[in-house]
């Protein structure tokens, strides 16, 4: 073997050893709530499809309906006549339409705000090409110490300061403020509105004040927010009243809104500017024509779901209150929920129960989450009952009890 392929054996015997070692989990069939994985149905228990609307096949049926009756009227369908189902190009060349620009428009509309919204091929695309495009040399970045990987990836492709604030720790993000402002000439504070993998939330408020007061920019990722916050599901942003206090909200089409894609709303100048810097936009073949109009038909719609944004939100509430009950280390106050089990091993193991009782709850390991802060993660859907996740409480307190 040549000796450099040595080195990526070892590396991955390492994973194997500490029990973190990934791979793709190929899923046969998955229909609602149901997920076929290794010819085994089971309850989806780790999809972000949290309102359940990618597997809701009246809404599905309803918009390939739509595009069928179109395209069969000759001359008559914008999106197969017109544009047919491909991109092949970048918006800044012949992948732009009035698709997209129909889109951003709606984004708008949909908050209510009379901002410019851009969209980007994913949350990791628009993370990379936004901090990385806004941030220069002369600039500090302040990121929350649990922020997603895209985020980080961003700060390191910019070419700024970077400083971390640990999780939430708006005390410690003042004193880095006031310690550093002075220092630099742009600042950026960005956080999560509500984090992917402790499911707990950022203080809005309170960051809004430091954003004012040191005259800095406020990026909030709402990938996990958007959808299922707000009274159309506009995030927690939109719920707190501070969408215009926010310089760049960062929203998601592949989560809640059963798509895919992404989204900033920001000023007209930052979208002017991102459309000729951020080079994960200007360098990244469209979307095509058929996504954009599924998010289009899925965002129109979003009015309509306010039940099931308060089934999520209930259904969380009491599987949470059960999980605690048992005894069990939970984090977090939204539909993502943590079962903290520390140990890789022990993690997989709880994983692995789970599967043979019927529950697809996949193990979280690091680099996803930190060192010894391994957990189950159960992400809430709203075509779940609580009848379904009833026993998984004490499966897990009895597993760890003799794990002990």
Request: with cysteine; glycine share 6%; hydrophobic share 40%.
């Amino acid at each position: 073997m040549n000796p450099i392929y040595q080195t990526y054996t070892q590396a991955l015997k390492r994973l194997k050893d500490a029990d973190q070692l990934r791979s793709f989990k190929q899923i046969d069939y998955r229909h609602t709530k149901i997920i076929t994985y290794k010819n085994t149905p089971c309850l989806n228990l780790s999809s972000n499809d949290y309102l359940g609307l990618a597997t809701d096949e009246a809404l599905c049926r309803e918009f390939y309906g739509a595009v069928n009756a179109i395209s069969s009227r000759s001359g008559n369908s914008d999106l197969i006549n017109q544009y047919g189902l491909g991109s092949s190009s970048s918006r800044l060349l012949t992948g732009n339409s009035i698709l997209y620009e129909t889109l951003e428009n709606q984004i708008c509309k949909w908050y209510g705000v009379d901002e410019a919204a851009l969209i980007f091929n994913s949350g990791y695309h628009a993370n990379l090409g936004v901090i990385s495009a806004l941030a220069g040399k002369n600039d500090l970045i302040l990121s929350d110490s649990l922020n997603h990987a895209s985020i980080i990836d961003g700060i390191r492709l910019s070419k700024a300061r970077c400083m971390v604030f640990p999780h939430n720790d708006t005390g410690r993000l003042e004193a880095l403020l006031e310690q550093n402002r002075a220092r630099f000439e742009n600042v950026l504070i960005i956080t999560e509105s509500l984090f992917s993998m402790d499911g707990d939330r950022a203080d809005l408020e309170t960051l809004v004040k430091l954003k004012n007061k040191y005259k800095a920019l406020l990026y909030i990722d709402e990938a996990h927010s958007a959808g299922v916050f707000g009274p159309q599901g506009q995030g927690l942003c939109y719920q707190a009243g501070l969408c215009d206090q926010v310089d760049i909200l960062l929203g998601t089409m592949g989560k809640a809104l059963a798509s895919h894609g992404a989204y900033i709303l920001t000023r007209p100048l930052i979208k002017s500017y991102l459309i000729n810097t951020a080079r994960s936009l200007i360098f990244s073949t469209s979307l095509p024509p058929v996504a954009i109009r599924w998010n289009l038909f899925i965002l129109e719609r979003m009015a309509e779901f306010d039940k099931k944004r308060k089934h999520l939100q209930a259904i969380s509430i009491k599987f949470r209150n059960a999980l605690t009950h048992a005894g069990l280390t939970i984090a977090g106050d939204s539909h993502i929920i943590p079962v903290i089990t520390c140990d890789n091993k022990k993690t997989v193991e709880v994983s692995d129960l789970l599967f043979d009782n019927g529950f697809l709850a996949f193990p979280i390991r690091p680099p996803s989450v930190p060192v010894h802060q391994s957990r189950i993660r159960f992400s809430m859907t709203s075509d779940i009952c609580f009848e379904d996740i009833a026993r998984i409480p004490a499966l897990i307190r009895q597993h760890m009890i003799k794990a002990a």
